[in-house]
């Protein structure tokens, strides 16, 4: 649970101060459409930040509940991959305005839903 929850802070952090910085630091200084992109990916980072703090909380609750702490980790992992390669590319797009990792994107979505489903499956297995 500590690592799950010392993830989720720390990604909480990130995604606040990313979309501090695309609010202030980058408007004016790249296209609508990069602003955009990044605002969506400190979006999605936050979403992902909190899914992580569901994540510490289900494996602290795992053997009481019969969720088996496999599930948890597994839709952590999947989260945090997710962040990397969905909102990590498009923080690189919004900074750059290069769409040399625009087929990473998608990667990442399907991260995040791996994750979801995941967690769906962990808690239709739970009794």
């Given at each position: 649970m500590k690592l799950w929850l010392t993830l989720a802070a720390l990604n909480g952090f990130i995604a606040v101060a990313a979309g501090a910085f695309g609010a202030h630091g980058l408007?004016?200084?790249?296209g609508e459409r990069a602003l955009a992109a990044f605002e969506t990916g400190a979006q999605y980072h936050m979403y992902h930040a909190l899914a992580l703090v569901g994540v510490a909380w289900l494996?602290?609750?795992?053997?009481?509940s019969g969720i088996t702490a496999t599930g948890p980790t597994?839709?952590?992992?999947?989260?945090?991959?997710?962040?990397?390669?969905?909102?990590?590319?498009l923080y690189f797009y919004g900074l750059t305005e290069s769409r040399a990792l625009v087929?990473?994107?998608?990667?990442?979505?399907?991260?995040?839903?791996?994750?979801?489903?995941?967690?769906?499956?962990?808690?239709?297995?739970?009794?």
């Open positions: 408007q004016g200084r790249v494996a602290s609750i795992s053997p009481q597994v839709a952590g992992w999947a989260f945090l991959t997710g962040i990397v390669l969905f909102s990590g590319s087929l990473i994107t998608p990667l990442g979505g399907l991260a995040f839903l791996c994750g979801w489903a995941t967690l769906l499956y962990a808690a239709l297995k739970s009794t």
